[in-house]
């Protein structure tokens, strides 16, 4: 008998019909269902508990749009032409995508190590670039889909322009698969909560804040101008709101060389995290 007969599933000849039965062929699962079975764990993971991880950071940037907007809108003008709400709502809403792309791949490796969990997802025949990719894009997920609610929940009180949203898109992906993968080194890195609250209160909070999302940096000292040049996520918030008005503190194209370069150095120095084990399997 044929082995496609076999495969489609006859069982080949009873015994006494001319032969010995030959075994069943299993087939062989698809080399990335180990991704999709971890990636869909991750977005699971977030969406089940949406109202905390999803409509809790939409409802914070609303309460800074208002607060802010109320109080200085009309008084204050960043861009010719463009009124300071509409100048908030890009910065918002990428401060949320940033800040939510690295909570999910932080708190989920943190929770995961607590618990014990952490060897469910070891002992599988997980690839570390399957690793990597699977808490990377579920990260980005999370991101984009915060954002996406910033811009549902603000787009009634703004009136926002769309001069480049190609760009607008690229930074929004480069920028949150950025902070996933310092969600990923945190997470790798951090044993207990304080540790990891570490990462977000000392260095994700203040470069968020200190980007540029409620101000251009040149209405800063010069001193304070060009700290904010080393600060990574300047260039992510500065590209990001370039795609809606067409105007940025610098060119695009160095904001995106920056953020992609930060992206791949950090994914180079994570998956080698991820080859040697550290704090994961040791």
């Known amino acids: 008998m044929r082995r496609e007969e076999i495969s489609a599933g006859n069982p080949g000849p009873p015994p006494g019909e001319g032969g010995r039965r030959e075994p069943f062929l299993t087939p062989l699962p698809s080399p990335l269902t180990g991704f999709y079975t971890l990636f869909h764990k991750e977005w699971l993971r977030f969406w089940k508990v949406s109202v905390q991880t999803i409509l809790a950071p939409v409802l914070t940037a609303l309460l800074f749009l208002v607060v802010f907007a109320h109080s200085l809108s009309g008084r204050v003008e960043i861009f010719p032409g463009v009124d300071y709400a509409a100048f908030l709502v890009p910065g918002l809403a990428m401060m949320s995508v940033l800040q ?33 990719g699977a808490y990377l894009l579920a990260s980005v997920a999370r991101g984009l889909v915060v954002g996406a609610g910033v811009f549902a929940a603000t787009v009634w009180f703004v009136d926002l322009r769309y001069e480049h949203p190609w ?116």
């Open 167 to 282: 760009w607008a898109l690229a930074f929004a992906v480069a920028s949150s698969g950025v902070l996933g993968v310092l969600g990923i080194v945190a997470g790798i890195y951090s044993d207990k909560v304080d540790e990891l609250a570490a990462f977000q209160n000392f260095i994700v909070l203040p470069l968020t804040f200190l980007s540029g999302v409620f101000y251009s940096i040149y209405s800063l000292p010069p001193l304070w101008q060009w700290l904010s040049h080393l600060n990574p996520i300047f260039y992510m918030v500065d590209g990001f709101r370039y795609g809606f008005f067409g105007v940025s503190d610098v060119s695009p194209w160095l904001s995106l060389a920056i953020v992609t370069s930060s992206f791949f150095a950090l994914s180079y120095f994570t998956v080698w995290l991820l080859r040697t084990g550290y704090k994961l399997r040791r």
């Open 100 to 132: 939510n792309a690295f909570a999910n791949s932080a708190s989920s490796l943190m929770q995961s190590k607590m618990t014990g969990n952490i060897v469910f997802v070891l002992l599988p025949p997980l690839s570390h670039q399957e690793f990597f």
